[in-house]
């Protein structure tokens, strides 16, 4: 009986010393697995349908961030909610870098405001990467609207508004509040009508079923030239060196109306830090490549500098902009329920 109890402590200890020796390999397991990475495609989220703003913007990105990562970067569109069902997917998603998404003001700084019941938390539930670009949006009206400047399209919408609407890319996208903005500071209501994405909102512009939006300048900027659209005020600090003859809109009329936009890469929340750092170099030598910064430039887009880039800054920065856009959101009673 002695011999067993000294056999089964034997087989015990053993077993102990193997589960020992296991678990201690863990943590160099992962480590290793996050230093090889990616040792396939990752696929990179555009929370909008295709031809929109944020899906331009990914698109000249993506091709040489698959060249620095040395994998390929499929660019998915995954529209809906004013860019909230993408964001989600990645709220829910796997941490092992694979997945993340190009975030942007609408998704990560409107929406806890704007909904009643949040999909997801924008501080929580992600691990940022990093900030990309930032750009103005632009109020564009139908070329057929009767006015020619910012002036008299105030003018015209305090006297129009209950025949009027306006489009944006959804409910809460970085193309809706800022319309928000510019009827609040006019005094109008004016009736809203969400897309699935920018693009088809500024078809129905081009068209006249719609009156006026608030589109990304990147993306309105080839129907401004053609003369599809009315460029009336950019709602920025300045001036648009790509639309230099547009004024904003406190030199037109309408003080303080602001609407900046930016972009950032987001992961699942829990992805291994050395995943994120490496995501965050990749994403940063990305728009330090002169072919990407001279794209990026024409199309109006302003590039974040250096020190403003890192994961830290972007988790700052969000907690900033919640703060900053909710007494706004607030003000104008909008709520999704």
């Not at 990179?44 to 040395?70: H, S, T, Y």
């Not at 929580?124 to 139908?142: C, H, M, N, Q, W």
């Not at 081009?206 to 009336?232: F, H, W």
Request: net charge positive; proline share 8%.
């Amino acid at each position: 009986m002695r011999r067993f109890f000294e056999a089964a402590a034997r087989r015990a200890a053993a077993l102990a010393l193997v589960a020992g020796l296991a678990a201690a390999g863990l943590p160099a397991a992962a480590q290793d697995a996050a230093t090889s990475w990616p040792t396939r495609p990752v696929t990179l989220i555009v929370p909008f349908v295709a031809g929109g703003p944020i899906d331009v913007i990914a698109r000249v990105q993506a091709q040489r961030l698959g060249e620095i990562l040395g994998q390929t970067v499929i660019v998915e569109n995954v529209g809906g909610g004013g860019g909230a069902l993408g964001a989600q997917r990645i709220a829910r998603g796997t941490p092992d870098g694979y997945t993340f998404v190009m975030g942007n003001v609408g998704t990560h700084a409107y929406h806890p405001t704007l909904y009643a019941k949040p999909l997801y938390d924008p501080v929580t539930d992600f691990a940022p990467v990093g900030l990309t670009t930032e750009s103005a949006r632009l109020l564009v009206a139908r070329k057929t609207l009767p006015i020619d400047d910012l002036k008299g399209f105030a003018a015209y919408v305090k006297a129009n508004h209950a025949a009027m609407s306006f489009g944006s890319g959804g409910l809460g996208s970085a193309t809706h509040v800022p319309c928000l903005l510019v009827n609040q500071a006019i005094g109008a209501t004016v009736t809203h009508v969400p897309y699935r994405g920018a693009a088809p909102a500024m078809q129905d512009v081009i068209g006249g079923r719609i009156d006026y939006m608030c589109d990304s300048i990147q993306t309105a900027l080839p129907q401004v030239k053609e003369k599809n659209v009315k460029a009336l005020a950019v709602l920025a600090p300045t001036r648009s060196p790509i639309l230099p003859d547009v004024p904003t809109a406190t030199e037109a009329g309408l003080p303080g109306v602001e609407a900046n936009a930016w972009n950032a890469i987001f992961l699942p929340k829990g992805t291994p830090d050395a995943i994120v750092r490496k995501l965050a170099a990749a994403v940063a030598q990305t728009l330090d490549d002169p072919l990407v910064r001279k794209r990026l430039d024409e199309l109006g887009l302003s590039i974040v500098p250096p020190e403003r880039r890192g994961p830290e800054v972007l988790a700052a920065y969000v907690k900033e902009e919640i703060a900053r856009w909710a007494p706004p959101i607030q003000a104008a009673g909008l709520k999704v329920e």
